[in-house]
């Protein structure tokens, strides 16, 4: 069974960093990208980037491109998004999706949430 | 990239058919048949419902459909389930650069 899981809800304060985890199993990581959604409190899903795990080819949507990094370490089959100084406006739930691009976005994690307050 | 336009919310009864629109523009919708779309129940992950404008997944219901003309696509849903109130998105190939852009999101209420 193609499955992804995340790493656990986080809590930070504006300014500290983060990285949250995307773990694949039951395929074959490195041949399918993966990507990222944003959904803030009560809003939309929001398309956030994609990584090809293989080769690490990496492409953002304009409104997060410098605001996040994506990265993929294809020996433990996991993907990463990650932040260098959180601001309140982090505050969302984030998943990640596996996709046969460009035919959308199969199999979902479970999403992880991010609360970012002082 | 600006988010493809969705109707806020469709209403029916159930054993009705709805059907929601997502209009986007020459640069996605109208240059690919490369629309998906999904179902979103509060707190849950979304699930894909239609790939390739109009391919089902297997396990998804048959009363499900999908289908384009110029820069809008639409979601069929017939039969109406008290099971289908969601949300629903839709969300298209915009090319390699950035790869795909979400529709604004439909409510979807059984009356």
């Known amino acids: 069974e193609v499955q992804l899981v995340q790493s656990g809800a986080e809590v930070k304060k504006p300014g500290e960093s983060l990285k949250i985890s995307c773990k694949g199993s039951?395929?074959?990581?490195?041949?399918?990208?993966i990507g990222w959604v944003r959904q803030m409190p009560g809003k939309g899903l929001e398309w956030m980037g994609i990584?090809?795990?293989?080769?690490?080819?990496?492409r953002y949507s304009p409104p997060f491109q410098g605001q996040v990094t994506i990265s993929a370490d294809k020996s433990i089959s996991t993907a990463y998004l990650q932040w260098s100084s959180l601001k309140a406006s982090d505050t969302a739930m984030y998943y990640c999706?596996?996709?046969?691009?460009?035919?959308?976005?199969?199999?979902w994690g479970q999403g992880t949430t991010v609360t970012v307050s002082s | 990239q600006s988010a493809l336009t969705q109707p806020a919310s469709v209403s029916g009864s159930p054993g009705q058919s709805i059907t929601i629109s997502c209009t986007g523009t020459s640069s996605d919708v109208g240059s690919y048949n490369l629309v998906s779309w999904y179902q979103q129940h509060p707190g849950k992950a979304p699930k894909l419902m239609i790939y390739?404008?109009?391919k089902r997944p297997s396990g998804v219901s048959n009363r499900f459909s999908g289908s384009k003309s110029g820069n809008t696509a639409s979601l069929t849903i017939s039969g109406l389930q008290a099971e289908d109130e969601a949300n629903y998105y839709c969300c298209s190939y915009a090319g390699s650069r950035i790869f795909y852009v979400f529709g604004t999101g439909t409510k979807v209420t059984v009356l």
């Open positions: 990584i090809y795990p293989d080769d690490s080819d990496t």
């Open positions: 390739e404008g109009s």
């Open positions: 999706a596996t996709s046969g691009a460009p035919y959308g976005l199969d199999v």
């Open positions: 039951g395929y074959r990581f490195t041949t399918y990208w």
